[in-house]
């Protein structure tokens, strides 16, 4: 069967691909960014993953204000990084397990979570920036070493859906998954934040001790973590911060006990706080496989 | 009875919500246009051509022609869409924080370089009221 064994959670930072995509990440200012990430690639690498399921959202990219799904499941058999208005990024086109999209799309909605499928979709920095930085430097003649099933969760509109209901979808999403016959390894990915501000007068708001004990808690008190109202976030994390919502759909994915493999934190990246964290289900707990 | 809106009390935030979405459609709807190069280009051969296939209200057409960051989300606008416009003028995020809060590029870059604005005293409205501006 396929398994859920480890979740990453990530920021997604545009900065941090525009940094690849020029090849200026030897620079003084991006080498904090990168170093913590060199563990990352071998891990990663090392997981020999099949399948990448990514929970991201879009900028207001490929979803304008005229349809805004709180949850959109990629089902399309690709999908091309978007133009967002200075040309699409140079990385490879993110192909699909769509026999599993398709299984866990009608999986979710009979588990009660009602969930939109995209069968047409491009797809903005918030998904191609973790897959740059896990899986490093790939051209558009190249490819991703795993497939990818997207999950787009909508943080622009207010409000994004609460931790708790990103946690239980998580869990959900682990169901399904297990559910389906083929044996994959499966890696979660959550991504966005951390504590950032763009906007207003307010904007360049970090918040160290918030994130921290955010990544903390991701291993020591999922639940209590989870319930997270939307107003902390926006209050201490800044008002995009609320962007780590997502990563509790990575955290319900996995285990209730779990190992943190790797962490990495770093301010700044452009305007936004990079937080980075590996966690593992404990391996006695795993299923031999 | 009214949604609590909890979030109304903090300081230079604006929290994109339901209301301000339905305020700011058509300016928003008209900043992710931009993303496309084929409407990049005709918004380049006449801005109040282009703007008029948009229904904004005057101060929202005025605030895009003005390139007034701060006043577009005032009247609805997102960061996320107005930063296609900014983008379109060759502004990143970066120098885009640095117009809106006043501080220009090389102020807000070397407060980010050295971690950011801190949380303290700029939690609350009345932090502001009582100590100025952080």
């Known amino acids: 069967m396929a398994r859920i064994t480890a979740g990453v959670g990530c920021s997604h930072v545009p900065a941090i691909g525009v940094a690849m995509d ?74 699909n397990h769509q026999v599993l999209a398709s299984h866990i799309a009608q999986s979710l909605i009979l588990d009660e979570f009602d969930i939109t499928i995209m069968n047409e979709m491009e797809v903005d920095h918030g998904l191609t920036v973790p897959m740059s930085v896990m899986f490093g430097d790939k051209g558009v003649n190249d490819e991703w070493p795993c497939l990818v099933i997207p999950l787009c969760v909508n943080v622009v509109q207010y409000p994004a859906p609460t931790g708790n209901r990103c946690y239980q979808l998580g869990k959900a999403i682990r169901r399904a998954i297990e559910s389906f016959d083929e044996d994959l390894n499966v890696v979660i990915f959550g991504t966005g934040g951390m504590s950032h501000q763009l906007q207003y007068k307010r904007a360049g708001l970090i918040n160290k001790e918030w994130d921290t004990q ?44 779990v190992e943190e493999v790797h962490r990495h934190y770093h301010v700044p990246a452009s305007n936004t706080a990079v937080g980075h964290i590996i966690l593992e289900n404990k391996k006695d707990q795993r299923e031999p496989k | 009875m009214a949604l609590k809106k909890d979030y109304e009390d903090i300081p230079g935030t604006f929290v994109f919500d339901a209301d301000r979405g339905r305020e700011g459609y058509q300016l928003n709807q008209f900043c992710i246009s931009l993303r496309l190069q084929k409407n990049r280009d005709a918004f380049k051969a006449g801005e109040h051509a282009y703007l008029d296939g948009y229904k904004m209200t005057t101060e929202q057409r005025q605030a895009v022609l003005d390139r007034d960051w701060n006043r577009m989300l005032e009247l609805g ?40 604005r801190s949380p303290d005293g700029n939690r609350f409205q009345h932090e502001w009221d009582e100590g100025g501006d952080a």
């Open chain 1, 22 to 95: 020029q090849g200026i990440t030897d620079q003084p200012y991006w080498v904090p960014v990168f170093d913590g990430f060199e563990k990352s690639r071998r891990w990663m690498k090392d997981q020999k993953a099949d399948v990448v399921f990514l929970v991201y959202n879009d900028h207001c990219t490929v979803f304008d204000a005229s349809c805004i799904p709180t949850f959109a499941l990629g089902c399309a058999p690709e999908f091309a990084p978007a133009d967002e208005g200075w040309g699409p990024r140079p990385v490879p086109v993110v192909k």
């Open chain 1, 214 to 257: 955010f990544l903390d808690r991701l291993t020591s008190d999922p639940v209590a973590l989870s319930q997270t109202p939307h107003v902390e976030y926006l209050r201490e994390a800044g008002s995009e911060g609320v962007e780590m919502v997502m990563w509790h759909v990575m955290r319900g994915a996995l285990d209730d006990d």
């Open chain 2, 77 to 116: 606008g997102n960061i996320y869409y107005t930063s296609k416009l900014a983008a379109y003028d060759g502004i990143n995020f970066q120098q885009l924080a640095g117009l809106m809060t006043g501080m220009g590029d090389e102020a807000y870059r070397a407060m980010m370089v050295a971690g950011g």
